[in-house]
């Protein structure tokens, strides 16, 4: 089945809030407190999105992966958020499939055209933070050509510390 890539519509809101919730309960499972997994809300990541498509950041890019109709996947991406980096590096926000969707070219699929879109808005460099044991989403990264910096981050959840790693792709 063929994958079609196009720009994020208010009408993709639902359906992307429940890959972004799906997504984060496959994907970091043990890697951040199951119960904290189990509350994500679909709704409520819906209403929020809600709220941010009312009010769009300038510059952020929102593309949705589908096939026979359906949205499997979505990928956001726009300028950095990281004080270290040139004003010409973009970032990779998130990229996320339905977990019955993770290796079928969906998520390839979006990783191109978000890089062939940065590539025509003259940006330099692309960056995206990954959960250090995340090995699926490391491997995926690396396929598409990113290696790690070297930068590390932690954040907390309910008490659990979770690491995180930045990659980086040169595109110019």
Do not use: K
Request: net charge negative; charged share 30%.
């Amino acid at each position: 089945m063929d994958v079609r890539i196009r720009e994020m519509a208010a009408d993709d809101i639902d359906a992307v809030a429940e890959i972004r919730v799906r997504g984060w309960q496959f994907a970091y499972r043990g890697l951040m407190p199951q119960s904290y997994l189990d509350a994500l809300s679909v709704e409520e990541d819906a209403a929020a999105r809600r709220e941010r498509w009312a009010t769009p950041w300038p510059g952020i890019m929102v593309l949705i992966a589908e096939r026979d109709g359906r949205p499997v996947g979505f990928c956001a991406f726009g300028p950095t958020r990281d004080d270290d980096h040139a004003q010409r590096t973009f970032d990779i926000y998130a990229i996320y499939a339905r977990p019955e969707a993770i290796g079928t070219g969906a998520g390839r699929a979006l990783m191109d055209a978000a890089l062939d879109r940065c590539r025509a808005a003259g940006v330099d460099s692309v960056a995206l933070w990954v959960l250090t044991g995340n090995d699926r989403a490391r491997r995926f990264y690396e396929r598409a050509g990113f290696r790690t910096d070297g930068t590390t981050a932690t954040y907390d959840v309910e008490g659990t510390p979770v690491p995180e790693v930045r990659y980086v792709l040169g595109l110019a």
